[in-house]
């Protein structure tokens, strides 16, 4: 199962990953990106690619 962990300390809210996920497992929720459907993930890594303060990892 892939691990999305989005680190809140760094996530801005700019909505990059949101976007940039083709998969729609993100979402904006209270100004934190947060991983919904995890289940849907394919490990792209296309959320981690758009973010530019590195607050998202995905593990595998």
């Known amino acids: 199962m892939v691990l999305v962990s989005v680190y809140e300390n760094k ?5 990059l990953c949101v976007v940039a996920c ?3 497992i993100l979402e904006l ?6 991983p919904v459907r995890m289940g849907s ?5 296309d959320c981690v690619e758009a973010c ?8 595998i």
């Open 52 to 59: 530019e303060f590195g607050a998202i990892k995905v593990f």
């Open 41 to 45: 993930c394919k490990y792209c890594m």
């Open 29 to 34: 929720i209270s100004d934190v990106c947060v």
């Open 22 to 24: 083709p998969n729609d």
């Open 11 to 15: 996530c801005t809210a700019c909505g």
